[in-house]
């Protein structure tokens, strides 16, 4: 996700190494850089330009400064910021008070709008405990009536759906009216979309969303479209004023763009983000986890709690102190890499780890890629894979001959792991950065 954008940011901050300090000439090429970097994303002139106007008067404020943090970091530090705010600063909730709360659930035909619709039931029983009632009220294409009930089936939550019935408004009040019979306390309303904005799609949608007076209308969106997705999120937006948005196929080749421009657009806060045709492949929008990715510095915290399903907040508090006290070991690493196992769908996660996409960029990535490393690892001593700093030659010719690797090839893999777990640790150290350190300022 966001490859590009990370990469030629990445060149931005370059500018500034061997630097001693952040002058008004290092300062304005580095934040030309970014400039440059965000309108190839697809982020609109506009808004590019006003971040890094803002990014150029935070840094001069550093200027003459004579900072223990090196320029590159300190620029790293405030576009970060700059970033996170730009996506809205902080996470959205959505409002499932309500007996039975209900979410309409809008966008464009193709959009994502039914594979959404069976995810957020998915997230709402698992790690909210709700009993959803998926109700299909797309009267036009009785595919999509069948598509919802397969995801339905699929993860065990009820829809009701009406095949004879042309009128949504009817369809959806009769689904909350059968949620509440049936003790559902969450009701998910899947509307009709159609290829682009057309005034009677406007109207239709209107009209439910007037009739059933839902706690929460959310608004779904292809994140590929780029600055279309922003122009139709505020046409939408105009007339039916929904409460946040779902950004949708995220594990594409995403540039960037949309959700880089929709808080500022629309004024509508991300929601949530959705990266695959799997039913697990949801999570809710956090900007500052997202900043954090298109830095390159990986969302630790986003992995942990994928690898948790249920975040198991002991588990990271630990796994957070051994990474900041440098501590993080190869029996560590093996752990992470059997839950990535567990999770499939290893090319997103990836991302989310620290210094590994870098790592595994070149890759063929599938779930057999870390049997090396696996193999690497399992023909250590159980001090060697905790004490990663005790590894010499010798020790080094007697894995490799374990795994029946070349020696070449463990060194490799050492060296890479030196490499993260140093990245790993040096981000833990900034302000604002990682794992969840305080802000500041
Ligand atoms: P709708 O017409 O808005 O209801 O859209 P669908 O839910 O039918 O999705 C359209 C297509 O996009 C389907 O082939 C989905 O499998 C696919 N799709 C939906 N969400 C995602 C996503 O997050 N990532 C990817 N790669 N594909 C998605």
Known sequence: MFDSLSERLEG???????????????????????RRALVAADVNYKIAKEFTDTVKDKALGQENVLNAVKPGQLMVKIVNDELVDLMGGTVTDIDIKGKPAVILIAGLQGSGKTTFSGKLAYHLKGNRRKSPLLVACDVYRPAAINQLSVIGEQINVPVYKEMDNQNPVEIALKGIAHAQAHGHDVVIVDTAGRLSIDEKMMEEISNVKEAIQP???????????????????KSFNDRINYDGVVLTKLDGDTRGGAALSIKYTVGKPIKFVSMGEKMETLDVFHPDRMASRILGMGDIISFVEKAEMQFDEEKAKKLEKKIRKNKFDFNDFLEQIGQIRKMGDLKSLINMIPGMSKMTKNLDIDDSAFNKVEAIIFSMTPQERNHPELMNLSRKKRIAKGCGHSIEEVNLFLKQFDQMRKMMHKMSKMPGMGTGAPTGG
């Open 12 to 34: 931005a901050f370059k500018t500034l190494k061997g630097e001693s300090k952040l002058t008004e000439l290092n300062i304005a090429q580095s934040v030309k850089e970014i």
């Open 215 to 233: 706690n929460e209308t959310l608004f779904v969106v292809d994140a590929m479209t780029g600055q279309d997705a922003v122009n139709t999120a």
